[in-house]
DNA sequence: CTATATTGTTACCCATGAGTAACTTAAACT
DNA sequence: AGTTTAAGTTACTCATGGGTAACAATATAG
């Protein structure tokens, strides 16, 4: 009786990996409330561990931070990390389910606002330097392109193309109602979010340039270019 | 007598790596003809090497791909690779070079003609984005960054500094003559090269988007930004 | 108060892949 | 020719680090 607790097994595809799978369902006909301050602290954790994670690898790179390095960042112990994520590349995956959120998040309100193409897109360049300077963010827009697993690699092209497009709406709209000159938007879309990206790579909140001039000269840039209107 | 021909030992400062060195130095008092031809086989076959590496990085990613992987596109074994390179951070470095040069002979040409800045700085982004293409030249731009090796890592970052900073000249030129738009020359580098850079990591040039196209709309963005002008 | 699920630990396993030693073959100089 | 150097091979070592098994402690439920 001592090991049919926990488990039963389940056969990939493949056959070669086998897996863990619960057969006792996480209880939920106890009382919310505890439960509820379980799943909190839970969350709390799993946060933190990102957070830590999120950190380590903007740092040293992901191949180069071990999970060891990340439990102790934590103070806990390697396996310990097992029980909030899958696997090593989970952890990306989870920071990159917070910045969809948070990128969509915001694509929501500037979208809701009732102005021209061209302030929307404005507002969305504002917003978005903000939000990288969280390093769950920065640590998904560095890592978006490492994922070992198909489906990972396919979700994560999709969750990016999905916001490109939005930010393409955006453009289109803006041609649309004149506040946007004539131009490609795929094109422009791209480049712009390759120079924000950039931006989360070097960028720090406490660095000694300015969050405001910095905001400032990317809307310069992307409003007037860098030509003198004579 | 066997042993002998080869080697004498060296003790590192930590003590803890043993180094080969040749006491036979290579010898160059014989015919020049012959020994350049030589020298030049082994510079073909390192560029290939570099060549292959570089397109096995920009596919898996450096540290997704093995030594053994790069050898077997190079049709040769693991070791023979290490007569050509120090180490696997030693092609990153080989590339760096690479990169060095094309890009600061680009910049050499640019300010080498007689225009105003903004001209100039048109015409480094019109080669720029052609040099981008090369896939030595792609690596290299998503590697910097991964540099094991301290001295590398300064070298790395150096040479990327040369190169922004002469950018930043012809941006500071530009706005004395008038051409370009005061504007914060260390920012608008950057965001340039960010944007730039980001092309690297999807153009491809056999793609369905025409090279011209691409041009274009960087330049327009560049120069005139994206809000309509009344 | 006891049973059960939840967190966490110690001690492993084992695949991977960088780098090396020692040997073989091919080329080139005299 | 015959010897030296370059170029390449096979067969290893060995550190690293992701992942797991099995056990220990702590909460929570009934």
């Known amino acids: 009786m001592g090991n049919n607790i926990v488990v039963g097994y389940e056969i990939s595809k493949i056959g070669k990996k086998i897996k863990k799978i619960k057969l006792t369902k996480p209880a939920l006909k106890s009382g919310p409330r505890s439960n509820m301050k379980r799943e ?5 954790k799993l946060d933190a561990i990102l957070r830590h994670a999120a950190a380590a690898f903007m740092e040293k790179g992901y191949y180069k931070t071990s999970l060891d390095d990340i439990a102790l960042l934590h103070k806990v112990t390697k396996p310990t990390l097992y029980y909030y994520v899958k696997n090593k590349e989970d952890i990306l995956i989870k920071c990159e389910d917070v ?5 969509n998040g915001l694509l929501d309100q500037v979208t809701a ?3 021209n193409g061209f302030v929307q897109l404005e507002n969305f360049i504002r917003g978005y330097v903000d939000i990288i300077t969280d390093d ?3 640590c998904h827009i560095r890592h978006r392109g490492q994922r070992e697993d198909k489906a990972a690699r396919n979700a994560s ?3 990016h193309r999905g916001i490109e497009h939005r930010v393409r709406e955006i453009i289109i ?3 649309d109602d004149g506040s946007i000159r004539d131009c490609n ?3 422009i879309a791209i ?4 120079a924000l990206n950039g931006i989360s790579a070097w960028y720090r909140d406490e660095g000694q340039l300015n969050h405001e001039e910095l905001v400032q000269q990317v809307l310069l840039l992307v409003t007037e270019g860098v030509k003198n209107k004579v």
């Open 40 to 44: 909190e602290k839970r969350q709390l």
């Open 99 to 103: 910045a969809s959120v948070r990128i």
């Open 113 to 115: 606002c009732a102005e």
């Open 136 to 138: 769950i963010i920065r």
């Open 157 to 159: 092209l999709k969750m």
């Open 173 to 175: 709209k803006g041609m």
């Open 185 to 187: 938007s795929t094109i």
């Open 191 to 194: 480049l712009l979010f390759d």
